[in-house]
């Protein structure tokens, strides 16, 4: 072995599942299905080389090493210089189609990455110079039972090492962006692509408790239907990226899978535990990560998590109907327990008069951290992210009390959340303005001004402010200190900006943020061990919903048939579509030319969807199909809207137009 393959690197990321199943998921909204979970699994089976690299068929100056691997001890290296290749062959039991994933170094350029059916190349890599480990993956490869499937490592100028292979089930929903700048659809491609890859394989074997300080983890689990919410280095998802994630996981028909982690977060939140939900779980959606959890006392919680799970939880209902969300005890348990006992539970520090509001310890976050911030979460008792999550976690429980039909609880949530925003704006975040607004409180009572990334951040995101001047002010305070030295410097919270910008109407600056979100894909992550910011999951899934939620306004009510759609096109894009967005258990095609002309298909079979047309401003003209229709306004959060209310029938096309 040559000396470059022997570099110490700094201590890395999780060992790949060992025995990946096919995906039970069904299909949605009229996507391609994964194959069934019956029978005899598609495996790869040493896919972290920890057995010496069992299957695989080594040439000459290639094997497995130890001293520079990406997750536990081993990898599969090739030696510089032309003509070198290591190949794995294995037979599919049955019908499916998968992505296939390794973490990749290269010291030179030439390598390969190669997926053959039959022999037949299906997919390759040409492999960047790049020495630390990055991720790449060959998708939507197609099997027939019976077909041999070649995976090969090929050499180049430099040395390759390979680690930690990972099967994933196929997407089974595929939208697709279309647009006069192709930017935005190249980057929707390259993000979808990317988020499935994180998909885990049900019933899959693979390591528990993985973490930086234990590499090969304590143990195996079969695999839930889950996916990577966290660090690659860890063997587990985390509420706080699950949470962001949720959208665009739905967007590519993860449905089964946030479902299942949202249920895993909600009976982790127990009396013990004083109704906080655990901050991880490992990949069997069962065990609680070890590094994060010691005891019923001593475990990492944040108080924002809590209603984001809720929130969450009437997002997912809201795009796929998903009667679970509304009939489930053990959800339906969480939701009222997270809005009511919780709060009860954590509010002794500081007087809020007749509202009630939920607080961190100010000990750190093994005590119960205020914020998601943790650098400034220690001494806080209260954080602009923790009540303005609390806010869109009552809004959510209306919601989620109308689905189960509970009208009375949904008034009294609606009240609830209307009397914490009144409370929010004419006391709790002071009489200021831009770096004078209070966003967080001490234990001892003191308020909190200036930058406080996510507890400034969350507050015009879950939209806790009043619209005006103020919120003006605060939005483009946030945006001055974004691009200023005290940024964030982990893409992690990078990427609550789009959303933000989005919800408070500068599109202009979401797009900005988007853009250089997407630009930035290929450098390092802060974190080493994660490898560029590319590989960071919450990168790719908020890259897609950004898109469809955000650049695209679609807004959907799957259970009462509704959407909703408003252009937040930015300046210079002339016109962008979604073609089959997965709502409930169909598909639409939205069209926006700029933001006056809107065009819908419903590609359902059945199924008729009320749609609420929305464009910016007041008009004086607007059209359904050619036809004049009487102008309705309304204001949303601020924002004039001129709007129609066509219902578009299976399988047909409504063009809503407004003009002066």
Request: aromatic share 10%; no cysteine.
């Amino acid at each position: 072995m040559t000396p470059s393959r022997l570099m110490l690197l700094t201590a890395v990321a999780l060992l790949a599942p060992m025995a990946p199943a096919l995906s039970a998921t069904a299909a949605e909204g009229g996507g391609r299905a994964p194959a069934s979970v019956a029978g005899a699994q598609l495996a790869i089976p040493d896919p972290g080389f920890e057995g010496g690299g069992t299957g695989w068929t080594f040439g000459a100056g290639t094997g497995v090493g130890t001293g520079n691997s990406h997750g536990g001890d081993r990898f599969l290296y090739l030696d510089a210089g032309a003509g070198k290749s290591a190949e794995l062959t294995v037979v599919a039991p049955r019908d499916g189609s998968y992505d296939f994933s390794a973490w990749v170094g290269s010291a030179g350029t030439g390598g390969t990455y190669t997926v053959r059916r039959g022999g037949e190349t299906v997919g390759t890599v040409a492999l960047p110079e790049r020495r630390s480990y990055a991720r790449y993956t060959i998708s939507d490869v197609e099997l027939k039972a019976g077909d041999r499937l070649q995976i090969a490592f090929g050499s180049g100028s430099g040395w390759v090492n390979a680690d930690d292979l990972m099967i994933s089930p196929a997407a089974s929903a595929d939208p697709k962006v279309t647009s006069s700048d192709p930017e935005v659809a190249e980057m929707f491609g390259w993000a979808k692509k990317k988020a499935n890859s994180w998909a885990q394989l049900p019933g899959t074997t693979g390591p528990v408790n993985v973490d930086e300080n234990q590499t090969g983890g304590t143990g195996t689990a079969p695999y839930a239907p889950t996916y990577w919410a966290g660090y690659a280095n860890r063997s587990a998802y985390y509420s706080r990226d699950m949470t962001h994630q949720l959208a665009g996981a739905h967007l590519i028909g993860l449905d089964t899978a946030n479902e299942t982690m949202l249920r895993s977060y909600a009976r982790s939140a127990t009396a013990a535990h004083k109704y906080f939900p655990v901050w991880s779980l490992n990949f069997d959606a069962k065990t609680y990560l070890s590094i994060d959890y010691k005891s019923p006392d001593n475990f990492v919680r944040e108080v924002p998590a809590t209603f984001e799970l809720v929130e969450k939880a009437a997002q997912a209902y809201r795009w796929t109907g998903d009667r679970r969300y509304v009939d489930d005890p053990a959800l339906w348990d969480f939701y009222r327990h997270a809005t009511e006992d919780f709060i009860d539970l954590h509010d002794s520090a500081k007087d809020n008069g007749k509202v009630k509001v939920a607080e961190g310890t100010g000990k750190g976050i093994f005590e119960g951290a205020a914020s998601y911030n943790e650098q400034d979460g220690d001494g806080l008792a209260e954080a602009g992210d923790g009540i303005a999550a609390q806010y869109q976690a009552y809004l959510a429980m209306a919601t989620l009390a109308h689905g189960k039909g509970d009208t009375t609880l949904a008034r009294t949530y609606t009240k609830r959340a209307a009397d914490l925003k009144t409370y929010f704006n004419n006391t709790w975040s002071g009489a200021g303005s831009g770096a004078d607004m209070v966003r967080a409180y001490t234990t001892s009572g003191t308020p909190v001004t200036g930058w406080g990334k996510e507890n400034s951040v969350f507050m015009p995101m879950k939209q806790i402010i009043d619209p005006g001047p103020r919120r003006d002010a605060y939005l483009d305070y946030i945006q001055a200190q974004e691009l200023g030295p005290d940024g964030s410097t982990n893409i992690e919270s990078t990427t609550y900006l789009p959303d933000m910008f989005f919800k408070n109407n500068r599109n202009d600056t979401a797009w900005a943020w988007m853009k250089k979100i997407y630009g930035q894909r290929e450098l390092q992550h802060v974190n080493a061990s994660q490898g560029p910011n590319g590989d960071y999951p919450e990168v790719s899934f908020t890259l897609v919903s950004q898109t469809v939620e955000g650049l695209m306004g679609i807004a959907p009510d799957a259970a009462a048939h509704k959407v909703t759609t408003g252009s937040r096109l930015p300046s210079g894009m002339k016109w962008l579509q979604a073609a089959d967005v997965p709502i409930g258990p169909g598909t639409v095609t939205v069209r926006h030319d700029g933001t006056t002309r809107t065009t819908l298909t419903n590609n359902s079979r059945s199924r008729s969807f009320s749609w609420e047309a929305r464009f910016p401003g007041a008009h004086q003209r607007i059209t359904v199909d050619g036809v004049p229709q009487r102008v309705r306004t309304k204001t949303v959060d601020g924002a004039t809207y001129t709007y129609a209310t066509p219902t578009v029938r299976a399988g047909a096309t409504a063009v809503v137009q407004v003009t002066d």
